[in-house]
T-cell receptor, first 115, second 110 residues
């Protein structure tokens, strides 16, 4: 079965612009979580969606937002980009919210570079 | 709040030597713990989880609630074990997100 698909793989944006990243979970998975990965901070949790509802939110400014559609696909949006937003953005899907029993399956990520 | 600490950013060992990647956690409730691995140019993948008591690729991890630790161990390191390793925690209730440590890069020297 297909894995978690993230598009695009790479993005270069200018400060002040906005960006939308997309994630298609594994078929049948209803939970999607987003993480920001940087060399200094590791993986930091952004938000989690389950059945189109945001279940949890990390400590990121309001410029970071997301949503989930009825087919479980998810998008995250970052507005007014800053240089510090440059990172690898990872999406993870799971059968159930919280990934307690099943763990998460991660996508390859979207590498965002802000110049 | 949940917190996961991996005290070593980089760990270098010789091939055939034992490996121990340290993970300490802070959580007032009952946690479930995981180890994830990211090989070069590959996506992050689940290595093992405490709840299933698995042993994957020779790695094991024991939860020590008294010391709030979940160290990852392997008796004999192999070159292909070189990767980034992340310890992660989730509340037993399943209502909180998966929280990761900052990771330890393991380098196995031939």
């Amino acid at each position: 079965k297909a894995g978690v698909t993230q598009t695009p793989r790479y993005l270069i944006k200018t400060r002040g612009q906005q960006v939308t990243l997309s994630c298609s979970p594994i078929s049948g998975h209803r939970s999607v979580s987003w993480y920001q990965q940087t060399p200094g901070q590791g993986l930091q949790f952004l938000f989690e969606y389950f059945s189109e509802t945001q279940r949890n939110k990390g400590n990121f400014p309001g410029r970071f937002s997301g949503r989930q559609f009825s087919n479980s696909r998810s998008e995250m949006n970052v507005s007014t980009l800053e240089l510090g937003d440059s990172a690898l953005y990872l999406c993870a899907s799971s059968l159930m919210t919280g990934a307690l029993l099943y763990g998460y399956t991660f996508g390859s990520g979207t590498r965002l570079t802000v110049v | 709040a949940q917190r996961v600490t991996q005290p070593e950013k980089l760990l270098s060992v010789f091939k055939g030597a034992p490996v121990e990647l340290k993970c300490n956690y802070s959580y007032s409730g009952s946690p479930e713990l995981f180890w994830y691995v990211q090989y070069s140019r590959q996506r992050l993948q689940l290595l093992l989880r405490h709840i299933s008591r698995e042993s994957i690729k020779g790695f094991t991890a024991d939860l020590n609630k008294g010391e709030t630790s979940f160290h990852l161990k392997k008796p004999f390191a192999q070159e292909e074990d070189s990767a980034m390793y992340y310890c992660a925690l989730i509340a037993n209730s399943g209502n909180t997100p998966l929280v990761f440590g900052k990771g330890t890069r393991l380098s196995v020297i031939a």
